[in-house]
C-alpha cells in the first residue's frame, strides 16, 4: 500500500501554509504555459551534456476520457491520502469524484540524468562538494535549488506547476537514473495545514 506522509505539528514550529503554487498564477493566465515552459527549462537543466549527440526530448499526453484511469487503477494509490484531501483545512475547494475515471496528464523527457544523488539524503547546507544532490532538491526543497548559474532554472520553484495543475495538488515522479539505471518513484500532495477530521490530532 502506498503511505502518504504529513508531519504532525511540534510546539515550536512555525505555522506557514504553502504559498509557492502563486508564484504562477500571477504570471501565466493558464498552468498549460507554465507547466510546458517550466518542465522544459528542467529538462534542458539536466540534459546529457557529455554526449552531443543525444537531444533532449520532451512528451506531453492529456489522458482526456477515452484513457482516463478507473477507479480500482488509481484509488489503492490515494487510500492514505483521500483523510488529508477530505479534511476542511485542506485548501482543496471541490473534490473530485473518486468513484469516476480520473484523467491525468504525463511530462516525460528522455536523454537526460534523471534525479541523481542519495535518495536517503534529509539535509544539505550547501552544495559545495561537486556531488549530485539532484534528488534531495528535488523532493525535499521550496525555493532552495542546487542549480549553478548556467543553469536556466535556480530558484527551486519550477516544480510547483506539477501539483499547481493537479485538482488535488498531488503529483508522482519516477525518475531512471543515468549512472546507476536505478528507478524510482515517489510522489507529493501539497496542503494547508491541517486537521483530518475523522482523527483530531494535529497534522
Do not use: C
Request: proline share 5%; net charge negative.
Amino acid at each position: 500500500m502506498i503511505e502518504w506522509r504529513f508531519k504532525p505539528n511540534s510546539r515550536d514550529d512555525m505555522d506557514v501554509d504553502p504559498i509557492q503554487g502563486e508564484f504562477f498564477t500571477t504570471r501565466d493566465t493558464d498552468s498549460v504555459s507554465a507547466i510546458v515552459r517550466e518542465g522544459i527549462q528542467n529538462a534542458l537543466d539536466e540534459r546529457n551534456r557529455g554526449d552531443q549527440t543525444e537531444i533532449v526530448k520532451v512528451r506531453i499526453f492529456l489522458s482526456g476520457n477515452k484513457y482516463a484511469a478507473s477507479s480500482e487503477d488509481y484509488l489503492p494509490l490515494l487510500e492514505t491520502l483521500q483523510p488529508h484531501l477530505k479534511s476542511k483545512s485542506s485548501g482543496i475547494p471541490s473534490l473530485p469524484d473518486f468513484n469516476a475515471p480520473m484523467a491525468y496528464m504525463v511530462f516525460e523527457d528522455f536523454n537526460t540524468k534523471g534525479l541523481e544523488g542519495n535518495p536517503e539524503e534529509s539535509y544539505l547546507e550547501n552544495n559545495t562538494d561537486q556531488q549530485p544532490h539532484n534528488f534531495y532538491y528535488f523532493w525535499r526543497n521550496v525555493g532552495r535549488s542546487g542549480k549553478t548559474d548556467d543553469k536556466l532554472g535556480r530558484w527551486g520553484l519550477g516544480k510547483t506547476v506539477f501539483p499547481a495543475s493537479s485538482r488535488i495538488n498531488t503529483f508522482w515522479g519516477i525518475t531512471v537514473r543515468k549512472s546507476d539505471q536505478r528507478k524510482m518513484l515517489m510522489g507529493q500532495s501539497i496542503l494547508r495545514i491541517h486537521n483530518r477530521d475523522d482523527d483530531m490530532k494535529q497534522e
